[in-house]
């Protein structure tokens, strides 16, 4: 049974950090891309970053770029989503997907098969 559990999602003040996980099960890594993406109440669901499976490729939103890093442990099969200098507007519900995709990775939602159930992520002072 395939299966995404995301954690580490939380409240932080503007400027802090937070580490997301996202533990994949129930299917081979082999030609996997890992996504995560972003919605905040009212607005569309967008793209944050991906990567290939051996990280061979990574992806960026613009919005985070410099921010935000996604890396993986092979040993514990998790990605992880490390996020720094985090703003107000990075409020939202955070979700990781797993998916197959012929060359490196797209950060679209189409491209995307099996998804976490999403944690919340709160900058607030």
């Known amino acids: 049974q395939a299966q995404l559990v995301e954690s580490g999602g939380g409240l932080v003040q503007p400027g802090g950090s937070l580490r997301l996980s996202c533990a994949v099960s129930?299917?081979?890594?082999?030609?996997?891309?890992i996504g995560w993406f972003r919605q905040a109440p009212g607005k569309e669901r967008e793209g944050v970053a991906c990567t290939t499976r051996r990280d061979v490729t990574t992806a960026y939103a613009d919005s985070v770029k410099g921010r935000f890093t996604v890396s993986r442990d092979p040993v514990k099969n998790t990605v992880y989503l490390q996020m720094n200098s985090l703003k107000p507007e990075d409020t939202a519900v955070y979700y990781c997907a797993a998916g197959w995709q012929a060359y490196g990775c797209l950060i679209r939602s189409e491209k995307y098969n099996y998804w976490g159930q999403g944690t919340q992520v709160t900058v607030s002072s």
């Open positions: 129930g299917f081979s890594f082999d030609n996997t891309v």
